[in-house]
């Protein structure tokens, strides 16, 4: 069992994952997001590479419309 926190909410699996199966799992939309794990932005294009582990801090920010 992992622990992964996600915008300060910890979420639990049973093995690692995939970024891109993070997003996938928690059914956000990809457009307009960035995502950042341990302080560190991961390119969009490397979502599907990238592995999270156990205790990792996943950021997602998503961007607004405003003036």
Known sequence: MITIKV???NHQFSETLALEDLVRFL???TNGIAIAINGSVI???DWSLQTLQDNDDV???KSTQGG
């Open 43 to 45: 390119k969009k294009t």
């Open 27 to 29: 059914n956000i939309k």
């Open 59 to 61: 950021l997602i920010i």
């Open 7 to 9: 915008n300060q909410e």
